[in-house]
Structure formats: C-alpha cells, structure tokens
C-alpha cells in the first residue's frame, strides 16, 4: 500500500513512522525543506534508541527509514491509496492543499486529515469526492500512542469509513469510531479532568500537589491533573478548552478557567518553559501534598463524577458506542479504567447523587446531570 503524509512536524512524522513499519511505501510531504530534513533526522535517532533496546534490529530499522521518501513535490503522492494530512490547523489552508492534491490522486485514494478541532465535514466540502473523506484523529506521539479516533464527514461513504479503519487497525492501533463533533470522543470528555481540578484550587478546596496526590493515589490515574496540564503545556491545554467551550456555542460545561489563561499569558507554560503550576528549575521547591484521605476522596469522586457524566452524555447524544468510548479514555489518556464502567462499579445512582448535590451547590451549567444516567438510575439499568 503506498501512503502520503502531508506535513511533517510533530504528527505527520509520527505517522510516516507508523506507517512505515507496517510495511507500506510512504511519501512524505511538506513545503518547509527544513522540516523534512528535521523530520527525516529525528526518525534515525528514534530507531537508533530502538536498536538500543533491542525493539528493532539494524536491518529492520534501515527497511523502516528506507521505505519512506520526503520530498517537497506533492507530485509524488501520484499512485496513493490512503493520504493523511497534518500541516498546520488552519481551514482555508488544508482547503487549498486537498484541492491541489486531489487533481494528483486517482478516483479511490482515500483522502484523510489529523486535525484536532476542524469539522471533518467542513474540510471534506472543499473536494470534488468528498464521500472519499474521512477524519483519523492519531495521538502524540503516534507511535506510541495507540488509540485512533476515525471521524467520518456528514458526505463520507460506509465503505470508505471501514476501509480506513480496516487500514488503521492493521498498523496495529486500537480505532474507535466518532461522529463528527468538537474534540471528538477524548478531548470532549477529558475537559473535566482539568477544569474540575482548577475550579476546586480556585476555590481553594485544596492545593494543585494535593489535587495530584489525590488523582493518582486514590484515584488510580497515571498523572495528576497539574502535573498533566503542565506536561501538555497551558497555551496547548487552554486553547482546546476555548475551542471545545466555542464549538459548543458557549455551553458551560466547557468553561474555560482564568487560571489557565493567566498561566499561558505569563509564559508559564509547564514543563517546556521550566515552569507551570509546578517549578522545574533544579533544586526547585514545590509545594507538598497534604495527603487527607477524605479530602483526597472527595475530591476523587468530585472530578471522576464530572468524567463519567461527560462520557455519559457523549453516549446519550450517540457521539460513539459505550464500548468506543471507554476504549478511547483507556488507550488515548491513558484512564485507569473505562469511564462507564467505572460508572457501573461506583453505581449509578451513586453518579447522579454527586452531580445533583453539585448542581444544588453551584446552580451551574457545568453540574448538570446527563438524562441518561438520571434514567438509568430510575430503571436500575447499567451501560455494560
Ligand atoms: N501536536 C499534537 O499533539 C496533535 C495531536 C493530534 C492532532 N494534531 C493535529 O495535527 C496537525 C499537525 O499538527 P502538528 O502538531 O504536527 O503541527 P506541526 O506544526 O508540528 O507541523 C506542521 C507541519 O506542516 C507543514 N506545513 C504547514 N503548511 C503546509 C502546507 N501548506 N503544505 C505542506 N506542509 C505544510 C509545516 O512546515 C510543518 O512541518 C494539526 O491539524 C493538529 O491539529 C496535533
């Protein structure tokens, strides 16, 4: 199978890789000749540190490298059966770029995009085909992560949305399937893992560190709230909050927080500028967690109830299948567990308890309990 990758920073290098490894020709595309060079040049490092570890050998990594061409024609994606785009998240210039592309490729080349917050269905308007359009939402970084979310556009056709996913699984990457909404499937319920968070420091329910102590102690997630916010970096974290919250014409559930904005404004983006709600710096003192156990519960059961009424609600408006999107939270963020079925282990009634004695608390959007959960709890019903 011969693939295209337009553009090739972060993304599109990521998935020249994977690709590439699993055994198809690979064109990689992308105006800057710099970002080539660079791109070309990191994926000989990263299989250097694969040799390393005995994850590749010399003759499989040389194969990997060998079967991808970077080149700055987009002439070259002649013959393509599957390209994927991800240059820079700006309509009118991935527009520009499919309709250069499709006067190149033949009839059935699927054409396919990573964006993170662009309808699918506005990027496919643009084409002749736009039934041959699909979304394929991949993860940073893409050969590591192992989730795919698969959007199919308003025009796309059932055959094309099963042969990309049929492609994407066979890269060995777990696909769900998302209707073409804002965030998709993971940045649409993973909003309350962060706001939540922030509202309860703002409000001084407790520190960032006890937060994050919380979360993963008691709440068995891999990272702290803080800690993962930092590691994104806030200008990244806030703008995709601001999108989703936009998207959704301002519901506010998706509220955007002050304390974030100010973090990105004062350039304190996290780990990459050395600080972020936490210090970097070496030697850097950070605050200590005040490990409280039932302060540590409450607020376990305070951001997990957000998390599953989100997923809840995501199911209720038929964004995706239960099963899809508990695999999306476990595979694209790594969740300890399914977040419905989580739901079921907790109890329902349990979830819509929480909720109900938040919303009583706040009179705020933001605690409004999804239907579907209040009516499982009335007929007793669970999602698995
Ligand atoms: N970075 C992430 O974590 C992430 C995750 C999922 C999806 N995405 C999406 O993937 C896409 C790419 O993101 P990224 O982070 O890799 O961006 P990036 O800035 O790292 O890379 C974009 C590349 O596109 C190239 N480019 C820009 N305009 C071009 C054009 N007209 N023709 C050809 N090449 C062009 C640039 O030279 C650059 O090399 C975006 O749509 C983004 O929303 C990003």
């Known amino acids: 199978m011969k693939v295209g990758v337009i553009g090739c920073g972060t993304m599109g290098s990521g998935i020249a890789q994977v690709a590439s ?22 994926l000989a490092k990263v299989m250097a540190r694969l ?53 190149i490729v033949s009839e059935d080349c699927i054409i396919a995009s990573n964006t993170s917050s662009l309808s699918i269905t506005s990027l496919a308007a643009c084409l002749q085909k736009p039934e041959r359009f699909v979304g394929v939402h991949f993860f940073n970084p893409a050969p590591l992560m192992k989730l795919v979310e698969i959007i199919p556009a308003v025009q796309t056709e059932a055959t094309i949305l099963d042969q990309a996913k049929a492609t994407i699984d066979s890269w060995g990457k777990t696909t769900v399937t998302v209707k073409d909404t804002p965030g998709f499937i993971v940045n649409k319920v993973a909003r309350p893992f962060y706001s939540e968070a922030i509202k309860m420091l703002e409000e001084g329910t407790a520190d960032f560190a006890t937060i994050d102590w919380a979360m993963k102690e008691i709440g068995g997630f891999r990272m702290g709230p803080f800690q993962l916010m930092d590691f994104i970096g806030h200008d990244v974290n806030y703008v995709v909050t ?114 109900d004695e938040l919303f009583d608390e706040y009179r705020e959007e933001r605690y409004r309990c999804s239907p579907i959960l209040r009516k499982m709890a009335k007929n007793s019903t669970i999602f698995f």
């Open 51 to 103: 040799i390393e570890k005995g994850r590749v050998t010399e003759q499989q990594s040389q194969a990997i490298q060998d079967r991808i061409t970077y080149s700055s024609e987009l002439n070259l994606m002649q013959g393509a059966d599957f390209v994927i785009e991800a240059i820079v998240e700006n309509l009118e210039i991935k527009h520009k770029v499919f309709t250069a592309l499709e006067a």
């Open 21 to 42: 490894t699993a055994n198809c020709d690979v064109v990689v595309y992308d105006l800057s000749a710099d970002a080539l060079a660079k791109s070309k040049l990191a």
């Open 242 to 355: 601001e999108t989703v919250f936009k998207a959704f014409y301002y519901d506010g559930r998706y509220k955007p927080s002050f304390t974030q904005k100010r973090l990105s404004e004062a350039g304190y983006l996290g780990r990459k500028s050395g600080r972020g709600f936490y210090k970097y710096a070496e030697g850097a003192e950070n605050i200590e967690p005040t490990k409280d156990p039932l302060l540590g519960e409450y607020i376990v059961s305070r951001i997990v109830a957000m998390l599953i009424n989100e997923a809840a609600d995501t199911l209720h408006v038929n964004i995706a299948t239960a099963k899809d999107i508990d695999l999306a939270m476990q595979n694209g963020v790594n969740y300890p567990k399914g977040l419905l079925a989580w739901a079921d282990e907790k109890g329902i009634q349990c979830c819509v308890t929480v909720m």
